[in-house]
């Protein structure tokens, strides 16, 4: 049968059939060719939300290291920020991922592989914030991946971080001879202890570490390209 044949029969043949029917028949006949195309427009349409997003810049990115909170759907530190920052969201990105656990054990593999995301991050230069206990944050330090705070912290901010007791954290910095030895390089003011600050305590993100004796930490990348908006968090977090 021609193709013209076939049109004009399943038109008589639409045409005689209540509203229902044309449904049940049309689905019946075409629900893979249907489903295929739909298919086919949501890929569509996502592809291009999701690249018109990300084509967006980036306004602060943060990684939260081993906190007690990492697996956790309620912290509100994004949301609080964007409020506090006045982010325009259909603007910008944010990326404030809170899931990073990373141990010692070389045989961890969830570990292994939040510290080469890490890596990648800073490798790629996407990285602008670390918060995290003080061993963890230090070890970042020691192999030259954090920003001397010295350096770039405003000076009202560091005067009124001062006036509120909050201390400087501070890292040093080892690098590697020919033999495979570590050699000294400097200590620097890598970031600012965080464990006066009523806003990380209100949602117990370190209290573990805590009472191992570590002290939870704010420290700015050294490839982060959003210095100013980073300041701006740890404003936040001081109750600046």
Known sequence: MALKDEISRETVK???????????????YYKI??????AAVIFVVTFIRDWRINKRPVF??????????????????????????????DKYNLDFDTGFLISDD?????????????????????????????????????????TDISLILPADLK???ENAGYEIFYTTEYDEDEAGN??????????????????INGLGMF?????????????????????????KLLSMLAGL
């Open 14 to 28: 639409l045409k005689n059939m209540t509203f229902r029917k044309k449904v049940e028949y049309i689905w019946g």
């Open 33 to 38: 060719p249907i489903i295929l195309f739909i």
């Open 182 to 199: 570590l050699k000294q390089v400097g200590t620097y003011p890598a970031g600012v202890y965080l464990d006066r600050s009523e806003y």
């Open 60 to 89: 602060l990115s943060v990684a939260v290291i081993n906190s007690d909170l990492a697996y956790s759907d309620n912290i509100p530190m994004k949301s609080d920020y964007i409020t506090y920052a006045g982010v325009d969201t």
């Open 106 to 146: 070389p045989r961890d593999q969830i570990s292994l592989m939040n510290s080469q995301k890490l890596i990648a991050l800073f490798a790629a230069g996407s990285i602008d914030v670390l918060i995290g206990p003080d061993d963890m944050i230090g070890s970042y330090g020691a192999q030259g991946a954090l």
């Open 159 to 161: 005067t009124r971080l």
């Open 207 to 231: 209290e573990t570490k805590k009472e191992e004796g570590r002290r939870p930490v704010f420290a700015v990348a050294n490839c982060a390209t959003n210095p100013d908006n980073a300041f």
